[in-house]
């Protein structure tokens, strides 16, 4: 994985991530195969950021009926990266 935008997909904005900001700890979709070392460059690289900490989780699937029949969503994997004292992403 050499792109890094193909490893960070988005930035999550959510009540959660807003609350976790203080702590200078922001919230990522990544790819699945994506290691945390991985996470850590790419954060570095598109955010010209120095990241501390990275943890990582996968989120199962939800189930959705559409009509008669069940389905499911696919797995995702979330990042949560946690920068050096006095760093910051910029927020549009």
């Known amino acids: 994985m050499s792109n890094p ?5 988005t930035l ?9 900001e203080a ?4 919230q990522f979709y990544v790819a699945a195969g994506a290691t945390k070392i991985d996470i850590k460059r790419a954060v570095e690289a ?5 990241v501390d900490r990275v943890n990582t989780m996968v989120v199962p699937g939800k189930m959705r009926r559409v009509r008669m029949q069940l389905g499911r969503q696919p797995d995702w994997k979330k990042a949560y990266v946690r920068l050096q004292e006095g760093q910051k992403i910029e927020l549009k």
Not at 5 to 9: A, H, L
Not at 23 to 26: E, H, L
């Open 46 to 50: 598109i955010y010209k950021v120095q």
């Open 12 to 20: 999550i904005q959510t009540e959660k991530g807003s609350r976790i």
């Open 5 to 9: 935008y193909y490893i960070v997909k």
């Open 23 to 26: 702590d200078r700890c922001y």
